[in-house]
């Protein structure tokens, strides 16, 4: 049977616009060229991730083929491969996600470019069970890169961006949990007052619970992304119209933010993950961990400060290192990144 020919994606005007339209940057193998072009111009293509700080990265795990690591948030797979570089064929590196969708991806991409399962294991778990990533296990070097993925923030179809109309998701793991939208519908107005406060400083929290119970109450749904920042600029519409559409803009990026963290439990997974690391670092092992919000930068840098207090870590990251000025301009997204590391002690110097 003859195979039937399948069209590409067409697309009106001059240039994609929609995400499935741009079949040239979701597929980079075939367009490197196209792809080339769009990171040339500071932007991150439809499908991709840009890792951020790998050489800050690098420079401070001081990889040497023969180790074990971890990468305790695989997600498209940058630093994994940076880092599988370092062990030039020697050694192991276990890596996890939490994301089925993008994990699966990701291995399959690994995996093309040489690495199997002999040097790199895969598996989709939250890095909060730490010590069960591999029982028994010392890792040399463990990296955490605690920012949401590009491709998971440009497929509408996750929910993660109020900038395309999809549903109110926000689940790292699709198949797990509560969405965003059923989450909205259990929280009283001051349960989410207190949500968008802890989770995003959203100086506007309070009007923008009142507007979304206010909505729900009223029978009214929000269930898409449109629909919650409909909702959102509804109730700032007070603000004087020069400032409005700039405040409108950050407050449903810091709700959007808020949502996603509680969805999610980050900030309980992260306390769980670092209250484990010590336990699954050898003598000497390094850690470094990249966070994009203050919260997670507070509970990373408090964690550190107590454990090297305490003799587990025998040195601990004073001040956070930032991406450089030219990163950020490449990559915009790497503006709020924040990476801190920490050295485990040996044994011998770990407090009684």
Known sequence: MEQQHKRRVRYAGTHPRTYQEKYKELQPEKYAGDVAHILEGGRTPAGMHIPIC????????????????????????GHTRAMLERLEGRGRLYAVDVDPIESEKTRARLESLGYGPELLTIRQMNFADADQIAPGVKFDFVLADLGVSSMQIDNPERGFSFKY???????????AGVTAAERLRELTRQELTELLAENADEPHAEEVARAIT?????????????QLTDVIAGALGRLPGEERREEIKKSCQRTFQALRIDVNGEFEALYAFLEKLPGILAEGGRVAIL?????EDRLVKQAFRQFQREGVY???????????AEECFRNPRARSAKLRWAIRAPERETAE
């Open 291 to 295: 966070t994009f919000h203050s919260g």
């Open 214 to 226: 206010g909505t729900l109450r009223g029978g009214g749904r929000i269930d898409t992304t449109r």
């Open 314 to 324: 025998s040195a601990a990251a004073a001040d956070v290192i930032r991406p450089s």
């Open 54 to 77: 790998v050489g800050e990265i690098l420079e401070f795990l001081q990889i040497r083929p023969g180790q074990t690591g971890l990468d305790a948030t695989l997600g498209y797979g």
């Open 165 to 175: 109309d999809g549903p109110l998701d926000l689940r790292l793991n699709p198949t």
